[in-house]
């Protein structure tokens, strides 16, 4: 059983740190040099560099450098990199425990109290090696790991070298990743951590390993709060595809990373109020999923794994989970059935509108679903690669529902700075279908005559 | 003598370039790479070095550089002036300038203005007292007006 590097890291740090940090004790300042260390055997075949071309290497090097030069000119020029995620990092940079009177005082100023601590927690035990500038060589490295996880998977799944190269140029130089905006590789906002896990996680898909979709899904939660979602509507379209020990893996990775994260956020959210035992119901989240999904794939199953897995969903909305975000908001207005519905359009067309902005996403999430239409009306099975796409249908579902049930005063901001970087957290899974997508049809050897 | 190929067609050189068939997938995916490839220069490079030189030249005033200028004022004096192992004071909801300023001024705490005890302490740290005009504190701490969010002020307040 092997793992990617990347994720086998930051699962080995995340399950170590968590745990420590419930504590009360501090990161030791080697821990993720000791963790990249201990994961390289679960990883001795993923080290390999894949091919890329001429055309994949150079548009690679080419967003690398200007990813590089972005993240370590300057601390973040973008607001939430700076003042959110950045900040915190600077926190835990100072002795990596969390018993400091910023994080266990709430009448101290925090603007990010209760975000989740994987990126910032990352980012300081780099920034004690490298500096506070060369600490930020984190998000290049992350960005990095996205390019060679869809080239390598991409070439397991027999795509040829040329595609390869296309689809990694096409990802590489993408403006929603490389132009300095927010949510943007180098913005030192936490959604490049959800694009790189969530492109992990689909690659552990298309491969069916379930060490890697269980990892993936494990960090998702403690990267960004939708991480949540997005494992289990992984897990659920895993699930409904029917094969059995990926998605369950993946269910068990998300419960146990939000059994380590939920009650630390519960008690960073309100430090010294009592947070109640609302979080335990979050790891049944992933687990409704997967019970949602595997009663789609079964005819006799459907009706009541739906509508056991539905009453799960109201349960936890009810408990009020999650209550000290945007995310918990969304929850409790769902189980109120609180919906804007002359919102939705607006909503729902801008989400949209943001999936096929050209000068984002270019045809990142429009073509591989072109070419699934096309493969569908020549009789050609999608293979996995139809859960990715009805990931990515979900996950665009998803941003609709969060932005209209999520608060009220936070909508306009949601639309205008928030859409788009949810949006672009697909981009490696787009970029992975397409290219998987293009596999199928690739043209027969030339004949000559 | 053996027969000669005919020449390829466009979309079949595209195809067998590309390795994607039909050609018109191919020319989707390649009209994809071109534009990214074509905006790159101007995107990824050049307005990012515009953006670079000016958060260089801004330093930590970046993130104020819509904000007025006795804002800015004030935030690079206590960037300069307040010592580390000390807290800040501020007044209002928190929003708006004060994310940054929070930011900018780790690892000093911040901390409301109600929690300054008598003794111009805050969760055990001297409150900083200082002014920009250098007027003695007399007893007083300083404090971060940010009621508004949009502009930052600077006073002194006796303890109550």
Same mark, same amino acid.
């Given at each position: 059983?092997?793992?990617?590097?990347?994720?086998?890291?930051?699962?080995?740090?995340?399950?170590?740190?968590?745990?420590?940090?419930?504590?009360?004790?501090?990161?030791?300042?080697?821990?993720?040099?000791?963790?990249?260390?201990?994961?390289?055997?679960?990883?001795?075949?993923?080290?390999?560099?894949?091919?890329?071309?001429?055309?994949?290497?150079?548009?690679?090097?080419?967003?690398?450098?200007?990813?590089?030069?972005g993240?370590?000119?300057?601390?973040s020029r973008v607001w939430d990199g700076f003042v959110a995620w950045g900040a915190t990092a600077?926190?835990?940079?100072?002795?990596?425990?969390?018993?400091?009177?910023?994080?266990?005082?709430?009448?101290?100023?925090l603007p990010s109290r209760g975000y989740p601590l994987l990126q910032p927690?990352?980012?300081?035990?780099?920034?004690?090696?490298?500096?506070?500038?060369?600490?930020?060589?984190?998000f290049?490295?992350l960005w990095?790991?996205m390019?060679?996880?869809?080239?390598?998977?991409?070439?397991?799944?027999?795509?040829?070298?040329?595609?390869?190269?296309?689809?990694?140029?096409?990802?590489?130089?993408l403006p929603a990743m490389t132009e300095g905006r927010e949510g943007a590789a180098d913005s030192g906002y936490a959604d490049l951590l959800v694009a790189v896990l969530l492109t992990?996680?689909?690659?552990?898909?298309?491969?069916?390993?379930?060490?890697?979709?269980?990892?993936?899904?494990?960090?998702l939660p403690m990267a960004k709060n939708e991480g949540l979602v997005h494992a289990s509507v992984l897990?659920?379209?895993?699930?409904?595809?029917?094969?059995?020990?990926?998605?369950?893996?993946?269910?068990?990775?998300?419960?146990?990373?939000?059994?380590?994260?939920?009650?630390?956020q519960?008690?960073?959210a309100?430090?010294?109020?009592?947070?109640?035992?609302?979080?335990?119901?979050?790891?049944?989240?992933?687990?409704?999923?997967?019970?949602?999904?595997?009663?789609?794939?079964?005819?006799?199953?459907?009706?009541?794994?739906?509508?056991?897995?539905?009453?799960?969903?109201?349960?936890?909305a009810?408990?009020?989970?999650f209550a000290a975000t945007a995310l918990g908001g969304a929850f409790a207005a769902l189980?109120?059935?609180d919906v804007p519905w002359s919102e939705l359009p607006r909503i729902a067309g801008r989400v949209f509108y943001e999936a096929i902005h050209p000068v984002k996403v270019g045809?990142t999430f429009?073509?591989?679903?072109?070419?699934?239409?096309?493969?569908?009306?020549?009789?050609?099975?999608?293979?996995?690669?139809?859960?990715?796409?009805?990931a990515i249908g979900v996950a665009l579902l998803a941003i609709v529902a969060f932005v209209a049930l999520g608060p009220v005063q936070l909508r306009s901001d949601f639309l205008r700075t928030g859409v788009d970087r949810y949006v672009a957290q697909w981009v490696g899974v787009g970029?992975?279908?397409?290219?998987?997508?293009?596999?199928?049809?690739?043209?027969?050897?030339?004949?000559?005559? | 003598?053996?027969?000669?190929?005919?020449?390829?067609?466009?979309?079949?050189?595209?195809?067998?370039?590309?390795?994607?068939?039909?050609?018109?997938?191919?020319? /989707?995916?390649?009209?994809? @790479?071109?534009?990214?490839? +074509?905006?790159? !220069?101007?995107g990824?490079?050049?307005? &990012?070095?515009?953006l670079?030189?000016?958060?260089?030249?801004?330093?930590?005033?970046?993130h104020?550089?819509h904000?007025?200028?006795?804002?800015?004022?004030?935030?690079?004096?206590?960037?300069?002036?307040?010592?580390?192992?000390?807290?800040?004071?501020?007044?209002?909801p928190g929003r708006g300038l004060m994310e940054p300023?929070?930011a900018? /001024?780790?690892?000093?705490? @911040?901390?409301?203005?109600? +929690?300054?005890? !008598?003794?111009?302490?805050?969760?055990? &740290?001297?409150?900083?007292?200082?002014?920009?005009?250098?007027?003695?504190?007399?007893?007083?701490?300083?404090?971060?007006?940010?009621?508004?969010g949009s502009?930052?002020?600077?006073?002194?307040?006796?303890?109550?």
């Open positions: 059983m092997s793992a990617p590097w990347l994720p086998a890291t930051l699962a080995l740090f995340a399950l170590i740190a968590h745990p420590l940090w419930l504590l009360g004790l501090p990161l030791p300042s080697w821990l993720l040099a000791a963790c990249g260390l201990a994961a390289l055997p679960l990883a001795r075949r993923e080290l390999r560099p894949p091919r890329l071309g001429v055309l994949g290497a150079s548009a690679l090097l080419l967003g690398l450098a200007a990813v590089t030069w993240a370590c000119a300057t601390d600077k926190w835990l940079a100072l002795d990596g425990s969390l018993q400091q009177p910023v994080f266990t005082e709430g009448a101290t100023y927690a990352l980012l300081a035990q780099t920034m004690t090696w490298l500096g506070p500038l060369g600490g930020r060589l984190l290049p490295c990095l790991s390019l060679l996880t869809v080239a390598r998977t991409l070439h397991a799944r027999g795509a040829p070298p040329r595609t390869v190269g296309l689809c990694v140029a096409a990802l590489a130089l992990h996680a689909a690659a552990a898909l298309l491969r069916d390993r379930r060490l890697a979709f269980a990892l993936a899904c494990l960090l897990v659920a379209c895993a699930a409904a595809r029917g094969r059995g020990a990926v998605p369950i893996a993946g269910a068990i990775g998300a419960a146990v990373g939000l059994l380590l994260w939920a009650p630390l519960a008690r960073l309100a430090p010294g109020g009592a947070s109640g035992a609302a979080w335990l119901a979050l790891p049944l989240v992933p687990v409704a999923a997967l019970a949602f999904g595997a009663g789609l794939a079964r005819r006799r199953w459907r009706l009541p794994l739906a509508l056991g897995s539905l009453a799960v969903a109201g349960a936890i009810a408990c009020g989970g189980g109120r059935f045809l429009l073509l591989p679903f072109v070419v699934a239409a096309w493969l569908r009306r020549r009789g050609v099975a999608l293979d996995g690669t139809g859960a990715l796409l009805a970029w992975l279908a397409a290219g998987a997508l293009l596999a199928h049809g690739r043209p027969a050897e030339p004949e000559l005559l | 003598m053996p027969p000669i190929a005919p020449a390829p067609k466009l979309a079949s050189r595209l195809s067998h370039w590309t390795g994607v068939a039909p050609a018109w997938l191919a020319a /989707l995916l390649l009209a994809h @790479v071109a534009f990214v490839a +074509l905006r790159f !220069p101007q990824s490079v050049r307005k &990012r070095g515009q670079i030189e000016a958060a260089q030249a801004a330093g930590p005033l970046w104020f550089v904000a007025d200028g006795e804002t800015k004022r004030i935030v690079a004096w206590l960037v300069r002036h307040a010592p580390a192992d000390q807290a800040i004071a501020y007044d209002g300023l929070a900018v /001024l780790a690892p000093r705490l @911040v901390v409301h203005a109600s +929690l300054v005890q !008598p003794d111009g302490t805050a969760l055990g &740290r001297r409150v900083f007292a200082g002014h920009p005009a250098g007027e003695p504190a007399n007893g007083r701490f300083g404090v971060v007006d940010a009621t508004d502009e930052l002020r600077w006073a002194l307040r006796s303890p109550r």
